[in-house]
């Protein structure tokens, strides 16, 4: 005998059946939906959607693009991983093994874009 995991029911009908109702179906993924939406999950999807923002953006592993087109295709440069800081006191922040520098040359605003490189462990 198997319980509905939404109204705690007995479930009357075929042995594989999960729910007791179609109702009782819908709002228990409904619930579950709801959960996902919790902050570990935003800050989640928003540091993926950065990651793969800086990859389609970065394919030779150091390139420069306009700040506005990335902002543009959803990317948040207040959700990273870690940051690293180079010799010339400049911090780069990355997502994951994508890095970003914010730069300013002239009025237009870049972000200067690399990969993770083994030496920056050190």
Known sequence: MTICPHCNS???????????????KSA??????????????VIDKKLKTNRKLLKA???????????????AEGFDPQYFTHYWKNS?????LFCYEYGFLDLKENIKEKYLL?????????
């Open 10 to 24: 007995k479930i009357i009908g075929r042995s594989d059946k999960k729910y007791c109702s179609i109702h009782c």
């Open 88 to 92: 010339k006191g400049q911090v780069y």
């Open 57 to 71: 953006y970065n394919k030779s592993g150091k390139s420069t693009v306009r700040k506005d087109r990335l902002l």
């Open 114 to 122: 690399i990969t993770w490189q083994e030496y920056m462990s050190r």
């Open 28 to 41: 228990y993924q409904y619930q579950k939906r709801k959960l996902e939406d919790s902050l570990y999950y």
